[in-house]
């Protein structure tokens, strides 16, 4: 194998390592499946990753890597013409970190908890207000990310991966319309990867934008 074999699906978390890759140059195949679909894909996603999740990447040597952040540390090294990440030496190091992590940690999971409520045994009739708790709560989250931005970019003038989480993460719940009403300098963070020409098409695929 040369290149790295992406699985991912639409909408999710696959798209900013997708984004991520143009960024770098990489050679790489999509092999867009729907995750959570019973049957052979589900199946061979498995076996690559016990968790049954996507991003799911195939390395050029064949060894499995998981966890968005994680490959786009991996993507930053590989790739470091792509700035996916400040280097070491950079002042904005620390805040990159740190901020990556939260987001992948804190924000991130938070649709895991709320896409499907029935997983969690909640009774039906509760179901709908759980949902609008923890999208409050997903605000909230936001909220800090939205005090500490800056713009063109999160990071002032340089790019990083945290403005592809950035433009993939806005179009989940409680939607796009919701977030730019309460995080304009996200929104224009996100305005600005969604019209480059770079990642465009891939946006506008998943999200129908």
Known sequence: MSK?????????????IELAMLKAGAEFELEEIPYLEPGPDRDRLLELN???????????DGDVMTESAAIILHLADAFPDAKLAPATSD?????????????????????????????????KDAQDGYKRTVDRYRKTLWGHVEDVADTPCFLGNNFSAIDLYIAVMRNWRPGRKEFSQSFPKLTDIADNIANDPMFSAVLKRNFDT
């Open 4 to 16: 790295y074999v992406l699985i991912g699906s639409k909408g999710c978390g696959s798209v900013v």
């Open 50 to 60: 016990p968790l049954g999740q996507v991003p799911t990447l195939i390395m050029p």
């Open 91 to 123: 002042r904005q190091r620390p805040a990159f970190l740190r901020w990556l992590i939260y987001i992948v940690s804190e924000i991130y999971p938070t649709s895991t908890f709320s896409d499907d409520p029935a997983r969690w045994q909640l009774p």
